[in-house]
Every structure is written in C-alpha cells, then in structure tokens.
T-cell receptor, first 112, second 112 residues
Framework: KQEVTQIPAALSVPEGENLVLNCSFT??????LQWFRQDPGKGLTSLLL?????REQTSGRLNASLDKSSGRSTLYIAASQPGDSATYLC???????????FGSGTRLLVRP | EAQVTQNPRYLITVTGKKLTVTCSQN?????MSWYRQDPGLGLRQIYY???????DKGDVPEGYKVSRKEKRNFPLILESPSPNQTSLYFC???????????FGDGTRLSIL
C-alpha cells in the first residue's frame, strides 16, 4: 500500500531564504505527483504537477523534482517571502483512475 | 471565473439526520472527487468520479454515498451521519487524471 511522507512537519525560515520541502513515497510505480498549497480556511491550490515520465517542473520561484527510483520529490522555493507561508502538501497519483494519496503536509512560516 | 463551489460551508447537525453537501464546477471537467481532512490523518479520498454515471470508492467510502447524474455536479450524501464523520470536506475537479485538480473552499461538518 502506497504511503506518502512529508518531512519536516513544520518549518520556520527568515524571509529571503531558499528552502526545500521533501516528499517521499513507498511505491515507485506512480502515475504522477502534485504539489499543493493550502492556506488557513481555504481549499488546496495546485502548484506543480509532474508526470511520471518527467524529472522536474518549474513555475516562477518554485521548482519541483521527481526521482521515482528513490521514491522522492522535492519542492524548492527560491527567495522565500512571508506570502509563501502556508501548508504544502504532496499527493501521488497511482494510475489514471484519479485516486490520489496525500502526504500530511509541511507547515511553512516565512518570518519577515 | 473558473471555480468549484461547495455548499454549505459550515453545518452543525445531529446524529442520524440525513444531509447532502453539494459540489458544482463550471469548467466542464470530467473528473471529480471528494476528500475529508482530519488532524493527524491528512487528506483522504472518499469517492471519485471519472464521468457522468461513473463513480468509484476511494480510501474511506464507508458511511457516504455519491451520485454523478450530470457533469457539473457531484453531491456527497451522508444517509445517517455519525460523530466520526465530523470533519473538513473538500470537493475537487480536473479535466483528467493528468491535469491539476481544482479544489473548493471546503465544508466544515460537525455531527453531534
């Protein structure tokens, strides 16, 4: 059974720092992997989606990488800002059936 | 504006009183899904649908029903709610399993 783990559970950094969030999964036979952001009292916002055949995706200051063989994905945030403070979740799609398995998230605080 | 709309946003009710949480999307998406989010357990998929009249169980379907009679709507039905169904519920949709998911703002259910 696929298990998705995110470490650390919480992270506090000063503004301007580059940071990396980690996501690991136990079954490497994945269909895709998504990174989401969740703000308090809000739903999830999709940040990046990496298909199983891809190694990375970039959007602005965000870069997500995928290494299926090691069961890992990282989300790199460059030059962090207080507005980046939120909970970041990764989710693994196992096949084209739309089943998603989520990690428990990393709560990020960027201090001014 | 492209969006996923859930109603109600908040509901306090009593054990055994049937309730329905509605979900509607205006993006002509094929795929829709329901999740519940609980502290310490993260987001777990309840049911999903890949098209009209096509639904399938997620990881925690017990105590829930869904229907997909038209593409835009995917209601979640609790026939006989119990206190262990107190949770934050999210509806999501996407064009396909390879496309990012769009989430609603959530429905907070309290069952006494």
């Amino acid at each position: 059974k696929q298990e998705v783990t995110q470490i650390p559970a919480a992270l506090s950094v000063p503004e301007g720092e580059n940071l990396v969030l980690n996501c690991s999964f136990t079954d490497s036979a994945i269909y895709n992997l998504q990174w989401f952001r969740q703000d308090p009292g809000k739903g999830l916002t999709s940040l990046l989606l990496i298909q199983s055949s891809q190694r990375e995706q970039t959007s602005g200051r965000l870069n997500a990488s995928l290494d299926k063989s090691s069961g890992r994905s990282t989300l790199y945030i460059a030059a962090s800002q207080p507005g980046d403070s939120a909970t970041y979740l990764c989710a693994v799609g196992m096949d084209s059936s739309y089943k998603l398995i989520f990690g428990s998230g990393t709560r990020l605080l960027v201090r001014p | 504006e492209a969006q996923v709309t859930q109603n109600p946003r908040y509901l306090i009710t009593v054990t055994g009183k049937k309730l329905t949480v509605t979900c509607s999307q205006n993006m002509n998406h094929e795929y829709m899904s329901w999740y519940r989010q609980d502290p310490g357990l993260g987001l777990r998929q309840i049911y999903y649908s890949m098209n009209v009249e096509v639904t399938d169980k997620g990881d925690v379907p017990e105590g829930y029903k869904v229907s997909r009679k038209e593409k835009r709507n995917f209601p979640l039905i609790l026939e006989s709610p119990s206190p262990n169904q107190t949770s934050l519920y999210f509806c999501a949709s996407s064009l396909s399993a390879s496309q990012p998911q769009h989430f609603g703002d959530g429905t907070r259910l309290s069952i006494l």
